[in-house]
T-cell receptor
Framework: DAGITQSPRHKVTETGTPVTLRCHQT?????MYWYRQDPGHGLRLIHY???????DKGEVSDGYSVSRSKTEDFLLTLESATSSQTSVYFC???????????FGQGTRLTVV | KQEVTQIPAALSVPEGENLVLNCSFT??????LQWFRQDPGKGLTSLLL?????REQTSGRLNASLDKSSGRSTLYIAASQPGDSATYLC????????????FGQGTRLTINP
């Protein structure tokens, strides 16, 4: 299995609070992604990174920010959590060339 | 817009049957296509990766084909078993734009003993 660790695995937070999810990889892959998965919407890309300090927006980026200061870590921050951000969040990695993607186990976030 | 579509959304078959899941995509300019399996409440497990230059890939009872010109892929499961019950997701990495996966909505497969 690809070495991808997401933390925390579960989190309940209150509306308006900031939340940071962490994705850590041991594969030294260049590309890292954050997706959210919701019933009826499938998996949608939030943000992605193509290198250290190189990030860009996906299709559902509003209300989220990311940072990548090291190859192995990709952080997703909800600046002020809302109930619409209740979801399961997945991190993925891939490498230039094959672009085969590997996924973490997910973080279940509930905003109350 | 780059889109991936999976039909049917759900499929229920008796154990032992061979079955085919379908995936279609809107742009033939792709790096690869991946099939994933997802069990309820779990993460995504990669089943098969087909590069743009390939026509098919096989792993055990699974065979995936790719026809770029028609924008289609199929996942063939032979001699289905109850343990194959899961949601199967198709994802495409298009060459235009950023190198990110675009997912279909998935097919929820149930194999009845």
């Amino acid at each position: 299995d690809a070495g991808i660790t997401q933390s925390p695995r579960h989190k309940v937070t209150e509306t308006g609070t900031p939340v940071t999810l962490r994705c850590h990889q041991t594969e030294n892959h260049r590309y890292m992604y954050w997706y959210r998965q919701d019933p009826g919407h499938g998996l949608r890309l939030i943000h992605y990174s193509y290198g250290v300090k190189d990030t860009d927006k996906g299709e559902v980026s509003d209300g989220y920010s990311v940072s990548r200061s090291k190859t192995e870590d990709f952080l997703l921050t909800l600046e002020s959590a809302t109930s619409s951000q209740t979801s399961v969040y997945f991190c993925a990695i891939s490498e230039y060339g094959s672009f085969e993607a590997f996924f973490g186990q997910g973080t279940r976030l509930t905003v109350v | 817009k780059q889109e991936v579509t999976q039909i049917p959304a759900a499929l229920s078959v008796p154990e032992g049957e061979n079955l085919v899941l379908n995936c279609s995509f809107t742009d033939s300019a792709i790096y690869n296509l991946q099939w994933f399996r997802q069990d309820p409440g779990k993460g995504l497990t990669s089943l098969l990766l087909i590069q743009s230059s390939q026509r098919e890939q096989t792993s055990g009872r699974l065979n995936a084909s790719l026809d770029k010109s028609s924008g289609r892929s199929t996942l063939y499961i032979a001699a289905s078993q109850p343990g194959d019950s899961a949601t199967y997701l198709c994802a495409v990495t298009f060459t235009q734009g950023a190198q990110k996966l675009v997912f279909g909505q998935g097919t929820r497969l149930t194999i009845n003993p």
